[in-house]
């Protein structure tokens, strides 16, 4: 009878932690402006035309993109978590000495994207009225599209496609929200493995396949509302 006793008040006592996180909680939207700087083979350097199958993926430079964020969030007396689900689109492009080479041929070079889905948890602990440190975690899908490439040749035009690939990803960030709209942050966020496919005019279409690892370290500033 005591274990029972014991256990209907542990059942309570959960459900009036839940019921109070819940009266707490809120829904929560952000924007931030992302800038990207390529690591590992990402931003590996190339110093030939065309990229092709073995330098595609390669030689990024820093880019732009921009993230929308959904999040529920949950006052715990000690912080606020807030479980959150954000979609990115990401844009690097080639160093400008080989986009110089392309123009000199006539050609177009590759540009990069990536569009991440993930889910995630934040943590955010308020100092005082205008400052809340965080550190954040997510999970989830990377899109990578490759435009094509083109330049003239002495038999005309060689266009080179690339097909997009899906990989797991993840990030891992910290940063500062500073009154109740604004936020500046670091994030790492590894990309995965993509496994492309690629063909091109000057082999009658053969497809070839590469793999190439890709992560960015990113600059974020948010503004929330």
């Known amino acids: 009878m005591k274990k029972s006793n014991k256990f209907k008040s542990i059942v309570m006592a959960a459900v009036l932690i839940a019921c109070s996180a819940t009266a707490n909680a809120q829904l929560e939207s952000g924007i931030y402006f992302d800038l990207t700087i390529p690591t590992g083979s990402f931003a590996k350097d190339v110093n ?5 199958q073995s330098n595609i993926g390669k030689d990024a ?29 990401l844009w690097n492009r080639i160093s400008s000495d080989n986009r110089d080479q392309f123009d000199k041929v006539d050609g177009s070079a590759p540009n990069y994207f990536n569009i991440p889905l993930m889910l995630g948890i934040n943590y955010k602990y308020p100092l005082n009225e205008l400052l809340q440190p965080y550190g954040e975690f997510g999970i989830g899908t990377d899109l990578f599209m490759t435009s094509k490439e083109s330049f003239k040749g002495p038999l005309g035009t060689v266009k080179y496609k690339y097909s997009s690939t ?18 500046a942050g670091l994030t790492y966020m590894n990309m995965g493995r993509h496994k492309m496919k690629h063909s091109s005019s000057s082999d009658g279409g053969n497809i070839g396949t590469e793999k190439r690892s890709l992560g960015a370290v990113m600059v974020r500033l948010g503004f929330h509302f």
């Not at 820093?62 to 954000?86: C, K, L, N």
């Open 48 to 52: 030939a035309i065309p990229f092709g």
């Open 61 to 89: 430079v820093v880019g732009i993109g921009a993230t929308y964020r959904a999040s529920y969030d949950f006052d715990i007396q000690v912080g606020h978590i807030a479980p959150f689900a954000e979609i990115s689109l």
């Open 166 to 183: 899906f990989n797991l990803c993840w990030q891992i960030g910290a940063g500062v929200i500073v009154g109740q709209y604004f936020s």
